[in-house]
């Protein structure tokens, strides 16, 4: 039998397809279910694992890491996301494992400084203060910017006519993740819903309603346009709010007080999300009128509601959910800074190196402030992100941080 060395991309394809099927094989199984199903491709272990290694697809793990505790934190890799491209090069993403998830890493030697990638929001929603704003016409629906009186590029949503944008852009973004079911003159069974999130000051629930808004559009849109934005809801790190809020020392006395709550809220936005929402407004443009795929037979249960809450929380950078960003784990020395690029306003992050950065070192942010001494950090890291932090700050004798990544991360004394 003549044989044949598989081209990359085909061995790649076909990898995928054996991991996803069969999500449990290590490296040498795979090998075996591909001459099984290719026998005539001459393929090496190492070439397997190479191909793994580059595609950001994980390996099977011991027993004891595979059966996790509810309350760990689930992520994935998104290989809709072409994190090469993004970067121009410069950074991979890679799945460390089931524990700790994926992770972004150096494809390359990089210098202090540079900025290696700008992102925008796949999901955001502002500070609920900012959100007052939006709500009086006071700062943009989108980005919540200010809105000064006058400007030129003003405009108003073609349909309530109440909420602002700075730029048409803007507006067309948000009509197109958000606002088309938002609008109080094509959907106000929703304004219920938006109302009480506001009384509560609730942010996590306008961001779980932003999810579901990204789904339910994508449906109105195509098929392929649902799946893509399910595969990328899918990737972020997600845990239930309760497993989360278990965590508390007050959940036992209040933990009552959350279900009534969640079960309020739920039972407000399945009132918004009513089939077929076929109010029309001034554009001639209706809400929503397909029905959901089976699927999606779960979408409004208590059970998803509430991962979409515990995955807003655990993966919102100043309100916005990002496809690259959310691949940045924690250390308590972080080597790359997070700034927002435009004036004004949070939405969209610049990451930017802290220090130089060897080939294949992670890129790792910091998810509290890094001057809390470790008792501090580590409280807080367990009851809001559900981890230990192991880095070498803190399993280490030195607590203190350098002045390199002080003055870097422009930070004053410890508070």
Known sequence: MATITPEAAELTVLISNIKQKYPGLGIKKVLAEIQTQQPTWLVSERRVKKMMDEAGITVARPEAEMDLDSSVPVSHIDTDVDVSALTNGQVKARMINKIVGKGLFAAQDLSKDKIIFTEFPFIYFPPMKRFHMVVNGEACGLCARSIRRGHLLICSCQSCGKIKYCTKACRQTAWDSSHRFECSALNPALKEYISYCMEENWNAGMGALRCYERILIANETSPEELASVLKHLDAFATVSQEERQKKETSWDMMGYQSREHWDKSLQLLIKGCQYPLNVTGRNGTSVLTKPLPDRLENLFTMETYLKFLGRYNINNQDGGLYLLHSSLNHACVPNVIIDHPGAGTDYGVSVRLARDIK??????????????????????????????CKCKRCTGADDNLSNEIMQALKLGQPQ
Do not use: M
Not at 369 to 377: A, L, V, Y
């Open 359 to 388: 080939r294949d070192e992670q890129l790792q942010i910091t998810y509290c402030d890094p001057r809390w001494k470790r008792e501090t950090r580590q409280q807080y890291l367990r009851t809001e992100y559900l981890f230990t």
